[in-house]
């Protein structure tokens, strides 16, 4: 059984998806070649925005978000503790400071009360100057955006979508990957819209930031590549994920996205006696990156992972470390950056695989193991 089946969606795409490659083989256009403009357009359309810039990878693609805000020292940007250390580590290679922010216990996403005071806590500090919120949406699930922006617009913050698990999700009618000022996802092969290999995407409606991250993603190019009015880094996409990126955003948006939600939404009348299954707010729809369940504590965690891996169904933890206790940040203050509900989470969660080609068969089979192992 696979965690997260790429196996079986090559078998299912597999004469679209050797053509797509071929195709740009064929071409010897890799590096620039016109399927980057034919994917950016088509990701843009998909989620409803004037602009997306491909680059390599979803940490780049929050990289190049603050470096066109020009987030510096002295800065202060506020982020989930409880998410993938991409997150946080984008801040402090600009040279700002992270602000780690708790979660909310069922959602996992921001915890909009105590983004609100460690909001306060550094305005009285004096120390820093508070520029973005980076709101992460977790596990496919889009955060409160309508709070977030409340809090944000209310000290002049900017928002930052960090959608590299949340590509498909809504709130309303209205997609993940247009709710911040900028927004970004990731294309790393497990997410719910992956290539073979790394790549990312900014996306925004600000044409002056689309342009300055444009610059910055091909080494700070002007008028042409040997125009270098900045210094910018190396973050292209390749032609050949490129190609592969439209072949997989086809299928998702045509069944991938919908099974996905069958499955989720199986595993939730199945387990929801015996575990804490994860919440869809009313109004919120997720894309389902990770079935993430929650148990009382780290030992039977520890058991029920041995129970599956005894059956060989693959499980995984989303987040052992939350950001605030992270080595690499140990020079920050850690009661400043408390987070209860993030250490908490990190000893009870346990992600179940997922994906749209789940069968119904193993589904059962997860489903009873669990509930054997914990009604012992």
């Known amino acids: ?34 399927k980057i403009k034919e994917m950016e357009t088509a990701f843009a359309e998909y989620v409803g925005v004037k602009h997306c810039v491909a680059c390599n990878s979803g940490t780049d693609a929050l990289l190049l978000a603050l470096k066109a ?14 998410t993938f250390f991409a997150s946080a580590e984008v801040i402090a290679m600009q040279g700002a400071t992270p602000v780690f922010v708790d979660v909310d216990r069922r959602t996992f996403n921001m915890d909009v009360a105590d983004l609100e005071r460690k909001i306060e806590h550094t305005v009285k ?7 973005v919120v980076i709101a992460v949406d977790l596990f496919g699930l889009p955060a409160d955006f309508k709070a977030i922006r409340k809090v944000a617009e209310k000290y002049g913050l900017y928002v930052l979508e960090d959608g590299a698990q949340g590509f498909g999700g809504r709130i309303g ?21 992956g290539c073979y290999g790394d ?16 610059s910055y993603h ?11 009015i900045r210094i910018g880094m190396n973050s292209r ?31 939730t009348e199945k387990l929801k006696d015996v575990v804490t299954t994860p919440i869809v707010p009313e109004g919120f729809y997720s894309s389902w990156a990770q079935y993430t369940v929650q148990v009382e504590d780290k030992g039977m965690r520890n058991g029920l992972q041995a129970a599956l891996k005894a059956l060989d169904i693959p499980t995984a933890i989303y987040y052992p470390i939350p950001m605030h206790r992270q080595t690499a940040f140990s020079y920050l203050d850690l009661d400043e950056n408390r987070c209860p509900v993030a250490d908490q989470l990190a000893d009870t969660v346990v992600s179940l695989p997922i994906h749209p080609y789940l069968s119904e068969a193993d589904q059962d089979k997860i489903c009873t193991a669990i509930c054997e192992y914990l009604k012992k």
Not at 199 to 214: K, Q
Not at 218 to 228: P, T
Request: glycine share 6%; proline share 4%; net charge negative.
């Open 1 to 34: 059984m696979q965690f997260r089946d790429l196996k079986t969606q090559y078998k299912v795409l597999k004469d679209e998806m050797d053509k797509a490659i071929l195709d740009v083989v064929a071409s010897s256009a890799y590096v620039m070649g016109p």
């Open 173 to 193: 009618e209205q997609k993940a990957c247009t709710f911040g000022d900028i927004s970004t996802t990731s294309f790393f092969p497990a997410k719910p819209v």
């Open 69 to 82: 805000w020009d987030v510096k020292p002295g800065d202060a940007v506020f982020v989930p503790s409880f």
């Open 125 to 131: 500090a004096g120390k820093l100057t508070p520029r």
């Open 237 to 267: 996409l390749d032609s050949i994920q490129a190609a592969i990126l439209l072949v997989k955003l086809k299928a998702f948006r045509d069944y991938e996205l919908d099974d996905v939600n069958k499955v989720a939404a199986r595993y």
């Open 199 to 214: 790549g990312g995407a900014v996306f925004t409606d600000n044409s002056e930031w689309a342009s300055l991250i444009d």
């Open 218 to 228: 091909v080494h700070g190019k002007g008028s042409d590549r040997y125009d270098n």
